[in-house]
């Protein structure tokens, strides 16, 4: 169906499953770009987001290997806010992003305010970039992704409850004399509109609480026309609408009934 004859979608509920959001842009490495640079980009955002954390280097998905220049190694460091909800993740290559969810601060942070907050760290990147005068970054991809965990004795007792939270799950057919099904995982990745939206669907155990979840991981990415702010603040809506519409097909309306 061609997006302009769909209605937005608008999901609003009192306890969603999320865990995490993510959004932002991956863009071509900047050229004169180097660590020293991370570290002078930090004082910009210290203010709001004192903390740091140095995290595994982020491969770009478009493409097929993480070229190695010891020259100007490639860092991704996360500037977190004092609550560590908040969090801007920068490498030369992207900035992202991240709402993630606390047992000290649970509250779920809607679209709406992580765009901002998305806009925010974008211009001050920007602004960076043209003090130092290095090039402004030339974006490839827009994502969003919201990571969701349904926790066993809550949304699912067993792996043969899937088919009640997932409509394209339909099980496996097993006599009960050899037993019963112990761990599914899908993935589906599909073509929307001008984007692409990966669905995934993993057992784990949540590190905060030792829970058993099923995490679902909803991601949308589109390229870009260009890389003007406008042009890329719109791409984010389209890839948060292409998620929340994914949200809506792959789960039923009974999961989604115990979440509002």
């Not at 997006?3 to 490495?29: A, D, H, K, M």
């Not at 954390?53 to 493409?63: F, R």
């Not at 996360?78 to 969090?87: I, V």
């Not at 926790?151 to 007792?157: D, I, L, N």
Request: one cysteine or more; proline letters at 6%; a negative charge.
């Amino acid at each position: 169906m061609p997006r302009e004859t769909q209605e937005p979608i608008s999901l609003r509920f009192n306890n969603p499953p999320v865990t995490e959001t993510s959004l932002g842009f991956y863009f071509q490495r900047i050229e004169g770009w180097h660590l020293l640079h991370q570290g002078l980009l930090w004082e910009k955002f210290r203010t709001k987001y004192p903390q740091l954390e140095i995290l595994p280097t982020i491969l770009d998905p478009g493409s097929t290997r993480l070229q190695l220049d010891l020259n100007a190694p490639v860092l991704r460091t996360g500037f977190a806010d004092s609550t560590k909800t908040k969090l801007v993740q920068i490498q030369d290559g992207l900035l992202l992003h991240n709402w993630r969810k606390t047992p000290e601060a649970p509250k779920y942070n809607r679209y709406e305010m992580v765009r901002d907050l998305l806009l925010e760290d974008w211009s001050i990147f920007c602004g960076y970039l043209r003090s130092a005068s290095l090039k402004e970054p030339v974006v490839s991809r827009c994502e969003m992704s919201y990571f969701n965990h349904l926790v066993r004795g809550e949304e699912w007792k067993d792996f043969s409850d899937l088919p009640e939270i997932f409509p394209t799950w339909r099980g496996v057919s097993q006599p009960k004399s050899s037993g019963t099904l112990q761990m599914a995982a899908f993935n589906v990745a599909y073509r929307v509109d001008r984007g692409v939206v990966n669905v995934a669907v993993h057992p784990g155990i949540r590190s905060n609480d030792g829970k058993e979840v099923i995490q679902l991981t909803l991601s949308s990415y589109i390229a870009p026309s260009n890389s003007d702010n406008e042009t890329l603040f719109e791409t984010i809506d389209e890839c948060h609408e292409n998620a929340a519409r994914a949200f809506v097909d792959f789960t039923t309306d009974k999961v989604r009934e115990r979440w509002k």
